[in-house]
């Protein structure tokens, strides 16, 4: 079990340093060789479990299952760094809870386990129903933004027309060739052709 819990440290002291690098993308041979550490995690981990019996075995090889989903999760999302990919990672991490929450309910029998299923159920559901919505969420702020970008670029232009309309007003004052440079100056500086 030791080696388990340092196995387990040092992948999340790995993943914390990383994180900043995380959000910013992986190339394809981090990714890859990302991917190959979790399947090297997984295996030792499950062959720490084989010295279990029982139940407490299969709640090892629970968790063991669910960290390495959540890990290539988290390796998918971040070569992709979308939010869709995101939302994967929290989706594992609520399955991976739940097989574990599972797992460990089989040590109860009668109402007690049936209790501890069904909480472990609703967690899971808690879990992917607050995924969604994050998900959702963060693409309507996406499309408030580019909406509001949007309407700064027509408030721009349309402030750039008026400017323009008055510096040209302005120029009717004047005649000839004093006049032409007036409007040429306009045309340049609000970008009128």
Known sequence: MNKLNSTLLATMVACAFSAGALAQGISKDEYKSG??????????AKAACKSLAGNAKDVCIAEAKGKEKVAKAELEASYKNTEKARY?????KAEANYSVAKEKCDDLSGNAKDVCVK??????????ADAKAQMKTSEAREKANEKA???????????RDA???????????LAG??????????????GKS
């Open 35 to 44: 991917k190959a550490r979790a399947t090297a995690d997984y295996n030792a």
């Open 177 to 190: 060739d004093a006049k032409t440079r007036c409007v040429n100056d306009a045309k340049a500086r609000f």
């Open 163 to 173: 400017n323009y309309a008055v510096a040209k007003e302005r120029c009717d004052s």
């Open 149 to 159: 970008a949007d309407a700064r670029q027509d408030a721009a232009a349309d402030k």
């Open 119 to 128: 909480e472990a159920k609703a967690a899971q559901t808690t879990a992917k």
């Open 88 to 92: 994967e990672v929290r989706v594992a």
